[in-house]
Each structure stands twice: as structure tokens, then as C-alpha cells.
Nanobody, 131 residues
Framework: QVQLVESGGGLVQAGGSLRLSCAAS????????TGWFRQAPGKERVFVAA????????QYADFVQGLFRISKDSAENTVYLEMNSLKHGEAAGYYC????????????????????????WGQGTQVTVSS
């Protein structure tokens, strides 16, 4: 049974930075990409970024605009999301998820077409941005 545990959320001033972590355990097979999603109150959960199993391929939502960076420490089975220049509108619950896929390039399209993933979700970590 895979478990994904997010951490690193909290309160940050607008313009500040946070680094979220997603620690995975129980995954015994390779080929699983990891993604970050976010959900603001009353809104749908949206794709933010994803990284391949090897860490060699990444995909970002357009709204990231180069301000977020996803990375992976395979030795620690942990995926990070570094977020810079945070805006008030980016306050949300941030969730990591994994899904068996060889390429992350289409995860954004597939997720927003189906509204679901085939893998596992973490419990989320809250990000609050103060003005």
C-alpha cells in the first residue's frame, strides 16, 4: 500500500517562497510519476506540476510561469515543489499524487479531461498567503 505524505505548507507573505515535500513509502515498482495539484476552497483541484519516475522529465501548468520548480530525490523517495513569488490567489491545499505513466507530458491534459488519477493521493498540506 503506497503512502504519500506532504509537508512544508504554512503561512507565507505574498512574494515569499515555500518548499513542499512529498514523501512516498510502500511503492515497490518503478514507472510512477509524481504530481502536485492544488485546490482552493470552492474550486476544483487543478494540476500544478509533475515529474517522471527518473526525474528526467517535468511538466508544469501554464500559470506556474517559471516560478515553481519540481524536483526529486530518488534516494529519499521524496518529491519537492519549490514555489517562489507566491500570490494571494495561490493559497490552497496542495496535494501530491502518483500515477503509473512513462511520460508526464500529457498528465495535465489527461487529468483535466478525466478529473481523476489512477494512482494515489496524499492528504494534502495547506498553503496560506498573507497580503
Amino acid at each position: 500500500q503506497v503512502q504519500l505524505v506532504e509537508s512544508g505548507g504554512g503561512l507565507v507573505q505574498a512574494g515569499g517562497s515555500l518548499r513542499l515535500s512529498c514523501a512516498a513509502s510502500g511503492r515497490t515498482s518503478s514507472g510512477y510519476a509524481t504530481g502536485w495539484f492544488r485546490q482552493a476552497p470552492g474550486k476544483e483541484r487543478v494540476f500544478v506540476a509533475a515529474i517522471s519516475w527518473s526525474g528526467g522529465s517535468t511538466q508544469y501548468a501554464d500559470f506556474v510561469q517559471g516560478l515553481f520548480r519540481i524536483s526529486k530525490d530518488s534516494a529519499e523517495n521524496t518529491v519537492y515543489l519549490e514555489m517562489n513569488s507566491l500570490k494571494h490567489g495561490e493559497a490552497a491545499g496542495y496535494y501530491c499524487a502518483d500515477e503509473e505513466r512513462g511520460s508526464v507530458g500529457r498528465w495535465y491534459i489527461d487529468y483535466h479531461r478525466t478529473g481523476s488519477i489512477s494512482g494515489s493521493w496524499g492528504q494534502g498540506t495547506q498553503v496560506t498567503v498573507s497580503s
